[in-house]
């Protein structure tokens, strides 16, 4: 089983709609929880980190669920410039600061 | 300023060939990972620095595979005896310090192809 799971999609939706993301983790242990943005050949960087009661940044919003071990995304209001690949991103061992990536899930938004 | 450089951008090379790649941290920044993504692939850890040494190298694929850092700021990722499977784009990383609650910022990468 992998360390961090997602569905890999692609997902394409119409501009303007709401899409979630969701991944999950194996180890319990895990304190640290990001989604990461990756656009077509280009690095990753950082989209927001997920904390435990929740946050919202703007049309994006990350839930984290402990007891499940499970991490969300949700994007409101699609914007083409929304289309890209989502990482879920998990914190390595402590004192490491080594993450651990999902395998992304790709977003396409049309017009 | 400045963000984290990497050279070559793309390096073509022939099966068995060594290969040295180079990462610019951000000035500063006391952590420095590398990891490589393989095509369709999610990141793979390879080995982090805190300063100069290297406490984790336990994602370091094959004993063909090393890296330095010196100064605390520049390192190279040798890969001996290149294999067609070491094909990937190689990307560097550095943050404030190795807490997980410390931004990674990442490189360009560099594209490695193997004939």
């Known amino acids: 089983r992998k360390e961090v799971e997602q569905d890999p999609g692609p997902f394409n939706v119409p501009e303007g709609a709401t899409v979630a993301f969701n991944c999950t983790y194996s180890n319990s242990a895990s304190q640290s929880f990001f989604w990461y943005r990756q656009d077509c050949r280009k690095e990753p960087k950082l989209l927001m980190s997920v904390y435990s009661s929740g946050n919202e940044d703007g049309r994006f919003t990350a839930q984290l669920n402990r007891a499940s071990q499970y991490i969300s995304l949700l994007i409101r209001d699609s914007k083409l410039s929304d289309s890209a690949t989502y990482l879920c991103?998990?914190?390595?061992?402590?004192?490491?600061?080594?993450?651990?990536f999902g395998q992304g899930t790709t977003l396409q938004v049309k017009p | 300023g400045a963000g984290v450089s990497q050279s070559p951008s793309n390096k073509v090379t022939e099966k068995g060939k060594d290969v040295e790649l180079r990462c610019d941290p951000i000035?500063?920044?006391?952590?420095l990972y590398w990891y490589r993504q393989s095509l369709g692939q999610g990141l793979e850890f390879l080995i982090y620095f805190q300063g100069n040494s290297a406490p984790d190298k336990s994602g370091l694929p094959s004993d063909r595979f090393s890296a330095e850092r010196t100064g605390g700021s520049v390192s190279t990722l040798t890969i001996q005896r290149t294999q067609q499977e070491d094909s990937a784009v190689y990307l560097c990383a550095s943050s404030r310090g190795i807490s997980s609650y410390n931004e990674q910022f990442f490189g360009p990468g560099t594209r490695l192809t193997v004939l």
């Open positions: 991103v998990v914190n390595g061992p402590s004192n490491t600061g080594k993450l651990i």
């Open positions: 000035s500063g920044h006391t952590a």
